[in-house]
Nanobody, 124 residues
Framework: VQLQASGGGTVLPGASLKVTCEVS????????VAWFRQAPGKEREGIAC????????YYNESVKGRFTIASDNDRHAVYLQMSNLEPSDTAVYYC??????????????????WGQGTLVTVSS
């Protein structure tokens, strides 16, 4: 199993950005995929997850209403659409997969493997 995040960049506050997690291996349809982020000097934070089998979705309260997670099993991809971005959203964004029943808790230790992250910078 391998995951690769892409699509990061530098945007202005209030802008939108979509990041993509490309997934290889036997994941789609059987496991959850989540997006995490880690800002400089801070712990890794789980922000959204989707179970690629039953479609259940969970969000961290800090992004609910601004971020949308979606999966495309045919394309082996999971997307994170981010809108109304704030400077506090600046971080390296990672995707990871979990087969644990409590994947919705967005606990980093429940997820493996991890993809390389993509940097999102929100700055004026």
């Amino acid at each position: 199993v391998q995951l690769q995040a892409s699509g990061g960049g530098t945007v202005l506050p209030g802008a939108s950005l979509k990041v993509t997690c490309e997934v290889s291996g036997d994941v789609m349809g059987t496991a959850a995929v989540a997006w995490f982020r880690q800002a400089p000097g801070k712990e890794r934070e789980g922000i959204a997850c989707i179970h690629t089998g039953d479609g259940m979705i969970y969000y961290n309260e800090s992004v609910k209403g601004r971020f949308t997670i979606a999966s495309d099993n045919d394309r082996h991809a999971v997307y994170l659409q981010m809108s109304n971005l704030e400077p506090s959203d600046t971080a390296v964004y990672y995707c990871a997969t979990s087969w644990k029943g409590r994947y919705y808790e967005l606990e980093p230790s429940f997820y493996t493997p991890w993809g390389q992250g993509t940097l999102v910078t929100v700055s004026s």
